[in-house]
């Protein structure tokens, strides 16, 4: 699957602020005390986040993709170099709360590609790697698969995430 995505880097601008993966499980601190206590080191932990609101002109090749889905929330990672998301189960928890769900595991999650892939920058779902991508190209899940996001590259990772529904 691949979306043809406006050519500029509106994304490497955007008003980012650096987040633990909080979504990933790690609430109650035991998320990064099992890697912390592996030898990980804590600082690389943390991903850039910035939430999109529907409707800018970017979005609209990915809006139009993603047709078939409902209560569609749009947030850019920027993952920078030598950090990392260990592998983690989504817990959906704001966007659960926000639409009244109550399955989390009804919840599909997709990640569009912003530029292609560099040396070192991956995907992991359910322990198959996505490395090589291309722009525009998607990746995706349901549920709580299991899944990481690496960049042990030398530039920074963008990344669209895409979460919604299907009614």
């Known amino acids: 699957m691949k979306i043809e995505l406006v050519k500029s880097n509106w994304y490497r601008e955007l008003p980012y602020i ?29 991903v850039d986040k910035c939430h999109l609101d529907p ?15 409902s209560k ?10 030598g950090h990392y998301i260990p592998t983690h189960r989504d817990q959906y928890a704001y966007y659960a709360d926000q639409n009244k769900i109550k399955n989390i595991e009804i919840i599909h999650r997709y990640i569009v590609f912003l530029e292609d892939g560099q ?31 690496l960049n ?9 995430q895409v979460t919604g529904i299907i009614e």
């Open 72 to 81: 569609v929330s749009y947030c850019v990672h920027k993952l920078k170099p």
């Open 18 to 46: 650096q987040e633990a993966p909080i979504n990933a499980g790690a609430h109650d601190h035991s998320y990064y005390k099992k890697y912390t206590q592996a030898g990980h080191q804590p600082a690389t932990l943390f």
């Open 119 to 149: 040396d070192g920058h991956m995907l992991i779902i359910n322990n198959q790697p996505i490395i090589n991508y291309t722009a525009g190209q998607v990746a995706g899940w349901s549920g709580t698969v299991p899944h990481s996001a």
């Open 152 to 160: 042990f590259g030398l530039t920074n990772r963008y990344t669209l």
């Open 55 to 69: 409707g800018m002109p970017e979005l609209e090749p990915v809006e139009t993709f993603f047709h078939f889905l």
